[in-house]
Structure formats: structure tokens, C-alpha cells
């Protein structure tokens, strides 16, 4: 269980506080499956963080082990990498209460998430919604990550994950690996079909800019021949994310679908109507997601080898954590046991 072979450690997790979204899958998930061979990889359902917003329990429940089932339809191996429920993991509250302790009121205070969510959820502003990135650092160093795979809206908190660390390697000694945040090259950034200047969002207020990846396929087909194209008056099908933002995403996404460049699709649009062009990637977005909504729904029937699955990744990170855990313990000054 060792991590012998000396390959760089990454972790990253999404909340389940929402269905996943297209977005998570060509932004986050399909990157994951690409890394796995080469690192050594922890992917986990941030459950814990997704209290820090009111949560229906049955809810939550619900979509963590469909979150689990979708990301190993996605082409995650759970023989390759580790895949957990953060909860499942007691060191991970437990680290992160002492990082609480080496992290200041000041820097908190300055996080653009939790301006945001306290922004929106200002009937509930709770310490935990405050304390979010001491609890995300603890889930990135107590596997020693090197490198961690998120979005730019993420970045702040692998910024401030590196300033708790160093902090506390500062007084205590080379506790902890310093993480980067990792932005893949293969990435695609996908937007929201309504409003293409916004991260296509699970919680975008409005439901047609956002696609699920286990949505119904005439769903998808409509909610795609609803996008917004942009205004002017060229009308024609050319990659320009500033000028021509939601044409952009619409060539982002059925690029990644398809496989195709942008100048082949381009090409491939050239005197065809904006119509014809988010059928197009409809229907590729609904081919795309067949085979990961068939094997989500084919895997969630099978609850017992989930559980397996959750059970053994719960014990590898367990066992990695405790690691990490214990030498903090000792470095602080808690008796042992
Ligand atoms: N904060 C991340 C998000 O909202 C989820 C997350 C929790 C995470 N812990 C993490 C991501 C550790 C990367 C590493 O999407």
C-alpha cells in the first residue's frame, strides 16, 4: 500500500451537492481518468464540505453513491485509484480542526468563496461555510498531494492550502508537500448555454444552461437547440471565446465530444445556420453521455460492489491519512494513545 513506485500524488473531489454536470465531466472527471496511469490518484466525494449549505439528507445520501457510480462510468478504476467518500475518513476532520488552528481569521475573511456563498446563503453564513479551506487543505495534505486538478475558481484554495502548509512546516519541519494547483492542457472549460460568460454551474440559477450527464437524451437535444448563440451578425460558426462566447462553447464542447479541431469543425459548419449547428451537438453531447448514463444506472443497481468499492477506498486513504494524521499528532504535542 506503499506508495513505492515513487509516482507524484494527486487528490481532487467534487461535492455532492448537485448532480454532476457535462461540465464536471470534460472539465474535471475525463481528466482524472487521463491522469490515472501516470500518478498516483485520490478522488473522493466531498460530502463533508457539502454541508457547509443545507442539504436534504436522502438527497445527499443519494448522490454521493450516484456520484461515485458516475465517475467510475466515467472510466474511473477504482483498482487504479483510490476512490472514497470524504466522510469515511475520520482524518480528514481531524486534521482539519488543527489546521483551523494555523489559519488566520484575516485570510479567511478574504476568500472569494466564501464571499459568494455567503453572499447567497445569508440566512446560514456558518463557521464551516468560514472554515472550508482548512478543511480542504487537510484533505490535499494529508495525502501529501503534489499536484491537485481543479478549475480557476478553485485556485485560491490550493493557494491557501500551500500558505497553511508552509506556515506550518515553519515551525514544525517538513511536515507537509507543498500542492499545486494543476490545470491539465487537455482541459476544456465548458460555459453556461445560457449565459456564456459563466462556469456551466450546478447551481446556476437557471436550469437550461446547465446539462447533467445523466439527463434524458431529449432533454439534452432541447436544452442545446435552446443555447444562446451570440448576436452579431456574421453568423457563422468560428471559434472566438471573447467576440463569440457562446459559439465558442458550443465548438469547445463538440470538439471534446467529437474529437475534432476547431478548424475541421469550422469547416464542417461552413454555410450552415446556427440551427443545424446546436443539433449537431446536441445529439453528440446525447451520444457522448449514452454510455456513462447506461453504465451509472447499471452500476447503482449493483449496490453490493459499490459498497466494496467505497469500503476499499475508505481503508487505502484511511491508511495513507493516518499516516499523516499520527505525525502531525506527535509534532503538536498530543499524548499518544
Ligand atoms: N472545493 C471543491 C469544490 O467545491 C471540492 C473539494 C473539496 C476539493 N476538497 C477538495 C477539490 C480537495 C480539490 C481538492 O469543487
Known sequence: MENKTQKKVILSGIQPSGELTLGSYLGAIKNWVALADEYDCYYMMA?????TVRQNPADLRRRTLTQMAAYMACGLDPKKSTIFVQSHVPA?????WVLDCYTMFGELSRMTQFKDKSAKNADNINAGLFTYPSLMAADILLYQANLVPVGDDQKQHVEICRDIASRFNGVYGDVFTLP??????????VMSLTSP????????????????ILEKPEDIVRKFKKAVTDSDTEHCVRF????????????????????????EIEAEFDGRGYGDFKSAVGEAVVELLRPIREETERLLADKSYLESVYRAGAEKAGYVAGKTLRKVYKKVGFLPR
Request: charged share 25%.
Open 180 to 189: 499545486e494547483p494543476f490545470i491539465p492542457k487537455v482541459g476544456a472549460r
Open 240 to 263: 472566438d471565446r471573447d467576440g463569440k462566447p457562446g459559439v465558442s462553447n458550443l465548438m469547445t464542447i463538440y470538439s471534446a465530444a467529437v474529437g475534432k479541431t476547431f478548424a
Open 92 to 96: 480528514h476532520t481531524q486534521l482539519g
Open 197 to 212: 460568460e459563466n462556469k456551466m454551474s450546478k447551481s446556476d440559477k437557471d436550469p437550461g444552461g446547465c446539462v447533467y
Open 47 to 51: 460530502d463533508l464540505h457539502s454541508i
